[in-house]
């Protein structure tokens, strides 16, 4: 398919592509089975410049926005899922900023996130509070010029290993949804720890730990937007984020495939290679289909996120939505084409699938996304 690529776009794909065959190919099977967090990987996407593309250019970045996002997650995903997270991961801490920063605020957050310096992460869910966010616990209680900060959040990607972190925590309790507002807190900052490292079934490259906030004190200066505003800050986050939840989805599905065709047409199997069989070509057609799909899909969601200033929530979960499942039938289905190979840990679709499954749940799960496009359909017919 022709998608009419500039030749900047072009070029941060083959410098992404270079980077994920030439340095991740070779160590994806060992970073996964030893959960070992990418931290050369990180240094080589942050002097490629790929860590800052959605970044203003006063910030250090490079000024472009989630299309751009989006080519470097698919590229990575298609090596692999779990070590894309390191960037993709701190896109979603740094969203919040990009959104609900003033000037000082992005400078001060934003430059170190913009060259892969300092990682970022974003943190909304907690132990009681998952698909409904309205049931947050963590609270800040206003202290003169400072907030303190009590609760545990869990599930976080990147936590331990970020510098930045975005979290949403209650800062009246009267208020509801209102009631939740955004803060950045740094890492080293008293009374902030780290708890749980989950043992997790794939994307195991990718940290994911609880945060632990015992009164952690947060200056007012850490505040983004205004209070009140976190949840809001927050969904307008995911409606920029989620298409890279699609491109991690994409990317892993685009890799199981080329992996598919290429096992398939070397296996010998009544003495003629078992892509000449019907049967498996069946399977590769509607893969190589359901790809491109959902890479239709995903970059014309991207553009308009990026060329619009309304909310996308409804083609920003439907993005996510449908690449995801993309990405567990075909990853299903390349194992399939591998046979019993498929299942064994040498070879790389199994992995694949593992790590595709997680596309269907963070950043609100396959039904939170029916949820949100069905409300925006009925929203639309009575508007
Ligand atoms: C590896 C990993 C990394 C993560 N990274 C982050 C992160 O960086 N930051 C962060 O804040 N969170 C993160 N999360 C948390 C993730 O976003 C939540 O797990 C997810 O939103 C679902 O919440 P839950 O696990 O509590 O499931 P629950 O909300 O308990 O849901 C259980 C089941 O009920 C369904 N369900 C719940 N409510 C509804 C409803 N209203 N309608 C229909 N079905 C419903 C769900 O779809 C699901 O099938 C991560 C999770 C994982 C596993």
Redesign the pocket.
């Given at each position: 398919m022709e998608y009419n690529l500039t030749d900047e776009q072009k070029d941060i794909v083959s410098r992404t592509r270079k980077i994920a065959i030439e340095n991740i190919k070779p160590v994806r099977q060992k970073y996964d089975r030893e959960e070992i967090f990418p931290w050369d990987i990180v240094k080589i996407l942050g002097e490629a410049g790929l860590f800052g593309v959605y970044i203003p250019e006063e910030y250090g970045g490079r000024g472009l926005g989630v299309f751009e996002l989006v080519l470097v997650t698919e590229e990575l995903s298609k090596v692999d899922g779990g070590i894309a997270l390191c960037l993709a991961?701190t896109a979603?801490?740094a969203y919040p900023i990009l959104l609900g920063a003033n000037d000082e605020q992005k400078k001060r957050f934003l430059s170190p996130l913009a060259t892969g310096e300092k990682l970022a992460?974003?943190?909304?869910?907690e132990?009681e509070?998952?698909?409904?966010a309205t049931a947050l616990r963590t609270t800040a209680d206003k202290d003169g010029d400072d907030y303190i900060l009590n609760g545990t959040?869990?599930?976080?990607?990147?936590?331990g290993e970020a510098d930045i972190y975005t979290v949403?925590v209650v800062t009246d309790k009267n208020k509801g949804p209102r009631g939740v507002s955004a803060f950045v807190v740094e890492k080293g900052t008293p009374g902030f720890e780290f708890g749980k490292k989950?043992n997790?079934l794939?994307?195991r490259a990718?940290a994911?730990r609880e945060l632990v906030f015992e009164n952690c004190r947060v200056p007012k200066a850490n505040l983004l937007s205004r209070e009140g505003m976190g949840l809001i800050l927050g969904l307008r986050t995911f409606d920029a984020t989620r298409p890279g939840v699609a491109a991690q989805a994409l990317g892993i599905a685009a890799g199981a495939l080329d992996e598919a065709v290429a096992y398939a047409t070397k296996r010998i199997q009544f003495g003629k290679t078992v892509a000449s069989l019907q049967a498996i070509q069946y399977m590769l057609a509607d893969m190589a289909t359901e790809v491109e799909a959902a890479r239709a899909l995903l970059y014309a969601t991207a553009r308009t996120v990026d060329c619009t200033r309304s909310r996308t929530t409804k083609e920003s979960a439907m993005a996510k939505l449908y690449a995801s499942d993309v990405a567990m039938r075909v990853t299903t289905k390349a194992i399939q084409v591998f046979g019993g190979r498929g299942y064994m840990h040498d070879y790389p679709v199994e992995k694949m699938m593992r790590d595709a499954k997680?596309t269907q749940?963070?950043?609100?799960?396959?039904?939170?996304q029916?949820?949100e496009i069905a409300l925006a359909l009925i929203k639309e017919s009575t508007a």
């Open positions: 991961a979603l801490g992460a974003f943190a909304l869910t132990h509070a998952g698909s409904d959040k869990c599930l976080i990607t990147n936590g949403m989950e997790k794939g994307i990718s994911t997680i749940i963070y950043e609100g799960t396959n039904q939170i029916r949820n």
